[in-house]
Nanobody, 114 residues
Framework: QVQLVESGGGLVQAGGSLRLSCVAS????????MGWYRQAPGKQRELVAL???????TYADSVKGRFTISRDNARNTVDLQMNALKPEDTAVYYC????????WGQGTQVTVSS
């Protein structure tokens, strides 16, 4: 049963932009936060951006000022607008929805060429 579906990854040159989108199944109820994580080869998965249902966002220091997270609580969607991309942003990006349990998407590849 598919719970989270991501879209929008791809290949872009440094300085370019991409927008990631994620929709969570209606079967996931009581979401208190949705956001994006990423994992580069040989590295641990790390938080990119998180938005809480009742207000507040948090960003990794490395993406502040370049990435913007947005949510539609009614539609269970979360987007990530990524601007001024750098080669070090290259990773698989995962959508996450949190209730008392963390649900994960299958991941979408973002590759930034120099």
């Amino acid at each position: 049963q598919v719970q989270l579906v991501e879209s929008g990854g791809g290949l872009v040159q440094a300085g370019g932009s991409l927008r990631l989108s994620c929709v969570a199944s209606a079967s996931i109820t009581g979401i208190n936060a949705m956001g994006w994580y990423r994992q580069a080869p040989g590295k641990q998965r790390e938080l990119v951006a998180l938005m809480f249902t009742f207000g507040g966002t948090t960003y990794a220091d490395s993406v502040k000022g370049r990435f913007t997270i947005s949510r539609d609580n009614a539609r269970n969607t979360v987007d990530l607008q990524m601007n001024a991309l750098k080669p070090e942003d290259t990773a698989v990006y995962y959508c996450m929805a949190r209730t008392s349990h963390a649900y994960w998407g299958q991941g979408t590849q973002v590759t930034v060429s120099s």
